[in-house]
């Protein structure tokens, strides 16, 4: 069976002062403080996060 793949996240700027869902969202994608890495399955679910809160997070 193959490998999964998967993205590394950075957490880049703070949530502080964003709406509540994406607070949650960056909770959800296991980032807490600044410049914490998360690496997580690369799924449409994840992506559809990344993506919500793409003005935080980098993809490394």
Same mark, same amino acid.
């Given at each position: 069976? +193959?490998? #999964? %793949?998967t993205? %590394? @996240? %950075?957490?880049?700027?703070?949530? @502080? =002062? /964003?709406? +509540?869902?994406?607070? +949650? /969202? &960056?909770?959800?994608? =296991?980032l ?10 690369? /799924?449409?679910? &994840?992506?559809?996060? !990344?993506? %919500?809160v793409a003005?935080? !997070? #980098? !993809?490394?």
């Amino acid at each position: 069976m +193959a490998e #999964q %793949k998967t993205i %590394k @996240i %950075k957490l880049v700027r703070s949530p @502080i =002062g /964003t709406k +509540a869902s994406h607070r +949650a /969202t &960056v909770r959800g994608l =296991g980032l807490r403080k600044l410049n914490s890495v998360s690496e997580l399955e690369d /799924t449409a679910a &994840v992506r559809g996060m !990344v993506n %919500k809160v793409a003005y935080l !997070v #980098q !993809v490394l």
